[in-house]
């Protein structure tokens, strides 16, 4: 059974700081791995998504790293700011059949960026 | 783009009551659709997803059942609540035709007293 953790499960940094959150997951049969960040009390939004055959995803401030081999990824986050502050959730897929697809979810790393 | 919507935003229920949770989606066709719960302190949990009209596959034995009565709408069901299942209910589909990335609703927030 697939599963996925994410450490530290909080942190707090001043703003401007460069920070890495990380990930990590027990099979390595995954079909890709997504990050998403969730603001209190609301849906979900997808950051970045890297593929099983990439080894990292880069849009703004965001890079994210995928080693399959280990079951390890991170998500770097550049110069942050106050509005950085959210939950960060990692997720990898699998598939197992057609239409079965499904994410299976760490329990986030909640970021709070301290002005 | 795809909109999908979530309803009620928040619900408060006596225990040993029912549950509907409705979520609908729209600009887009034949997804498959997702029912996930978030429960203080954990991870997102999934309960429910469909492939199609009718089609429903549970990944959790429990009191909750779930209903695919058209293409875009997916419904969370219970006919007696408890209170463990006081949580944030969040609706998420994928497009497929090659898109990868899964996409969420608003999420219904749960107590249940």
């Known amino acids: 059974k697939q599963e996925v953790t994410q450490i530290p499960a909080a942190l707090s940094v001043p703003e401007g700081e460069n920070l890495v959150l990380n990930c990590s997951f027990t099979?390595?049969?995954?079909?890709?791995l997504q990050w998403f960040r969730q603001d209190p009390g609301k849906g979900l939004t997808s950051l970045l998504l890297?593929?099983?055959?990439?080894r990292e995803q880069t849009s703004g401030r965001l890079n994210a790293s995928l080693d399959k081999s280990s079951g390890r990824s991170t998500l770097y986050i550049a110069a942050s700011q106050p509005g950085d502050s959210a939950t960060y959730l990692c997720?990898?897929?699998?598939?197992?059949?057609?239409?079965?697809?499904?994410?299976?979810f760490g329990t986030g790393t909640r970021l709070t960026i301290i002005p | 783009s795809q909109t999908i919507h979530q309803w009620p935003a928040t619900l408060v229920q006596p225990v040993g009551s029912p549950l509907s949770l409705e979520c609908t989606v729209e600009?887009?066709?034949?997804?498959?659709l997702y029912w996930y719960r978030q429960a203080a302190g954990r991870g997102l949990q999934l309960l429910f997803y469909?492939?199609?009209?009718?089609?429903i596959s549970s990944e959790v034995p429990q009191n909750l059942s779930a209903s695919r009565p058209q293409d875009r709408q997916f419904i969370l069901s219970s006919k007696k609540l408890l209170l463990s299942d006081s949580g944030f209910y969040l609706c998420?589909?994928?497009?497929?035709?090659?898109?990868?990335?899964?996409?969420f609703g608003p999420g219904t927030r749960l107590l249940v007293l």
């Open positions: 997720a990898v897929k699998v598939i197992s059949g057609f239409g079965n697809e499904k994410l299976t």
């Open positions: 099979d390595s049969a995954i079909y890709n």
């Open positions: 890297i593929q099983s055959s990439q």
């Open positions: 469909s492939v199609g009209i009718g089609q």
């Open positions: 998420a589909l994928y497009r497929g035709l090659g898109e990868e990335t899964q996409y």
């Open positions: 600009g887009t066709s034949n997804p498959n």
